[in-house]
């Protein structure tokens, strides 16, 4: 059995944080893992960021809950469920995932949770567990499961390396340039064959 693995944004929806950048005008707000590799450092800086524009976690998910998936995404996912069991691998919270998910039919989602104040600032996150989608997949593998992964920046990076197959769905080129071992994908029919392709290929072994 073949299980695919996706990350979230970039893949399936849009960047969040870069949506409440445009939202709120930060726009400290806009960098990503495509940008900052050390995902703690991102995230702290977007914590003390928030709190110096008085952007509380409320005030996120009312522009959370004005996103849609990409473009073609819906389609690509359901496509990819008739052929693979799914799980999405994600860096982002629990409280801002949840309206998404409803609008995929809500998958499997493993991701993390924020931890918020009386006041409703975020004040901290809490990791499920370090380097959480490479530990996923790894644990995967472990149940005897082939693995196929796709993402599209740093943090996906670990996962893709640990999966059978990794492939990279739109990524910048600061990431190309580092990974070139990585198939590149840059739309949801690429990404689709190349699922194909690879599952094919690990039947043979």
Known sequence: ???????????????????????????????????????????????????????????????????????????????LKENFQVIILSDTYYQFAMPLMKQLNYPTLFCHNLMTDS?????????????????????LKELNFLVIAAGDSYNDIAMLKAADKGILFKPPENVIKEYPQFTITNDYNGLFDEFIRSKELLKEF
């Open 119 to 139: 006041n409703d600032y975020i004040i901290d996150y809490k990791l499920r567990i370090t380097e959480s989608k490479k530990e996923s997949v790894l644990k």
């Open 1 to 79: 059995m073949i299980i695919a693995c996706l990350d979230l944004e970039g893949v399936l929806v849009p960047e969040i944080w870069i949506n409440v950048s445009e939202q709120t005008g930060v726009k400290e707000l806009r960098l990503t893992t495509r940008d900052i590799s050390n995902y703690d450092k991102l995230m702290k800086h977007r914590i003390k960021i928030l709190r110096e524009n008085n952007i509380k976690l409320n005030d996120i998910k009312n522009v959370i809950n004005k996103m849609v998936p990409l473009s073609g995404a819906v389609d690509f996912y359901n496509k």
